[in-house]
């Protein structure tokens, strides 16, 4: 099996590549990335006019399955990835069961390979059933395929316990992923705590929050000198705490979402629930010291904790609507409408927000770069389509987004993992498009 990606304009984060090149993919692998490769390959991809990028990696996306399969299953939310330019997504363990054993990793692994066109690595819990109190078994979800660890969605109280995950992991080269906040500041709130939502009457959810366990994560890493991943990260005060981590050594890095990046909380003042999700959109100056830091270098990773509803759940108003949007399918678009065409990070920083750091973070060897050996999973994307943003054709059975009807420019349009075109769905490979013997 020999495919041959043709003039594209190939940007690699990890190779500093920027230039037009062909891709030569033999056997799921990277087998030659030169300026011209003379080879008569069965099937030829020209990708004239299009870039083409290391494949995108999604660090955090909740699939549902086992247990929530009305909002989602393994088989839908990996087509949304595909669609949405992912080759690669984590799927986090608030699963029903919790995915706290390996057996439930197992089920997840399976499904995958049965349903999913893109490659779905699972996040296994932190402690037993997520309630904070026993360790799960590391050492043998990590060897059963689990690439970190998390409590996402119930958060890690108790700094003790913290500290032990992190001696744990720390101890088996594991990552932890944190999603902080402190229930006690952050109570019953449905959105940010400030102006609109005292003008709302809504209880808030203050920054505080976030940022108290976001110190403690810092502070035990750096006792500790081991690696925390902070997930979806939103406040000013989180970025000062790690910017002093990181200058002090600490091994700590930090994912950001799209919605974070282009969405303040004066959106909820139409009440409506998809704009809701945990943490919640903050206000003007989180956000643009979330972008300056998107743009300064200081976040290492975009992810789009794609958190699938459904319309039953989200249509129970503001205030008992559960948290989350979904962001596979818009992810791409509004980042290279919003970020890259005007200007505020470059496309080899998207590559490494999107493929290399979550590659080299969850320990991907193969994945995350152009280069001859790795593994044939590309993203190729056209930055002058225009398209809107349409929830009714999304693959995802969510419909949960605050980007419906929005106008973008630039999009992925194919996808390849493992050397197969797995995006579009319809795709037949072109007929001998002749080599170029
Ligand atoms: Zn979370």
Redesign the pocket.
């Known amino acids: 099996m020999e495919l041959l990606i043709r003039n594209g304009r190939v940007v690699d984060s990890a190779t500093r590549t920027d230039e037009t090149l062909d891709i030569l993919i033999r056997d799921g692998k990277i087998a030659g990335v030169s300026p011209r490769i003379e080879v008569r390959a069965r099937e030829v991809i020209d990708a004239a006019r299009l870039v083409v990028v290391p494949g995108l990696i999604d660090m955090h996306v909740h699939l549902r399955e086992p247990g929530y399969e009305a909002k989602e299953t393994i088989a839908t939310g990996s087509r949304a990835a595909a669609k949405g330019g992912f080759t690669t997504i984590c799927a986090m363990p608030n699963t029903d069961p919790v995915n706290d054993n390996l057996r439930v990793t197992g089920q997840i692994l399976a499904e995958a390979a049965r349903t999913s066109p893109v490659n779905v690595l699972p996040i296994a819990a932190i402690s037993k059933g997520s309630r904070g109190e026993e360790l799960v078994d590391m050492v043998g979800l990590s060897e059963a395929g689990a690439v970190a660890f998390s409590d ?2 119930r958060p890690v109280a108790g700094s003790r316990f913290m500290k032990l995950a992190l001696e744990a992991a720390k101890a088996l080269g594991a990552l932890v992923i944190d ?1 902080c906040e402190d229930r006690d500041l952050s109570g019953a709130g449905v959105m940010h705590e400030g102006e609109h939502s005292r003008r709302l009457g809504l209880r808030g959810i203050p920054a505080s929050a976030e940022e108290v366990m976001v110190a403690r994560d810092l502070i035990l890493a750096r006792e500790l000198a081991t690696r925390v991943h902070i ?2 990260l939103s406040t000013a005060g989180s970025l000062l705490a790690l910017r002093t981590a990181k200058d002090q050594g600490v091994p700590a890095t930090a994912e950001v979402t799209p919605h974070h990046l282009l969405l303040t909380d004066a959106a909820l003042e139409g009440r409506d629930p998809d704009f809701k999700m ?1 943490p919640p959109l903050r206000s003007r100056e989180h956000v643009e010291a979330l972008v300056a830091a998107v743009r300064s270098g200081l976040i290492d990773v975009i992810a789009t ?1 794609h958190a699938p509803h459904t319309a039953e759940e989200k249509g129970r108003g503001l205030e008992k609507a559960p948290f989350g949007i979904v962001g596979l399918e818009t992810a791409v678009p509004l980042l290279l409408d919003r970020l890259v065409h005007k200007k505020v990070i470059s496309l080899g920083r998207f590559v490494e927000l999107l493929s290399a750091n979550p590659a080299r973070l969850l320990g991907l060897r193969n994945k995350g770069r152009i280069a001859v050996g790795a593994d044939a999973d590309l993203t190729i994307l056209n930055l002058a389509k225009l398209g809107t943003i349409d929830k009714n054709a999304f693959e995802s059975k969510g419909r949960n987004t605050p980007f419906d009807g929005w106008k973008l420019k630039g999009r992925a349009v194919m996808t390849i993992v493992g050397g197969k075109v797995v995006y579009p769905f319809d795709y037949v490979p072109a007929a001998k498009a002749g080599g170029n013997a």
């Open positions: 996402d969605g999603h997930a979806h945990n904790d």
